[in-house]
């Protein structure tokens, strides 16, 4: 199993927090990488021994999107803990042509 951590919001401080909860709760450093479009933090632990129940608590635990949460919650056979790690849009809201790649960083 795999926890995955979505963080909206660009605060080194907010990933430094969920950073140090992570190695708490699962003993490994997780990967850290900018979301598509640079504005908040996707963190990743894999190779974890627990159930997806318990990864569920654990992603509630270290504030993970709630809106992810739910989703996986209804998401009955349907892929689960998804990070975009590349989003296209036609057009922002300024109207020019906008498209997000992720990267790995460091903290």
């Not at 699962?26 to 504005?39: D, E, I, Q, W």
């Not at 919650?73 to 790690?85: C, H, N, T, V, Y």
């Amino acid at each position: 199993m795999r926890v995955t951590i979505d963080i909206d919001r660009k605060s080194r401080r907010r990933l430094r927090k969920v950073y140090r909860r992570l190695i708490k709760l699962t003993g490994k450093a997780p990967k850290v990488y900018l979301s598509a479009f640079r504005k908040g933090y996707h963190l990743i632990v894999s190779d974890i021994n627990i159930s997806y129940k318990e990864s569920l608590k654990m992603r509630l635990k270290c504030g993970d999107d709630v809106k992810r949460l739910y989703f996986d919650m209804e998401a009955d056979g349907k892929p689960r803990q998804i990070l975009w790690s590349r989003k296209e849009i036609l057009f922002s809201r300024s109207g020019e042509y906008k498209e997000g790649v992720v990267e790995r960083i460091r903290i």
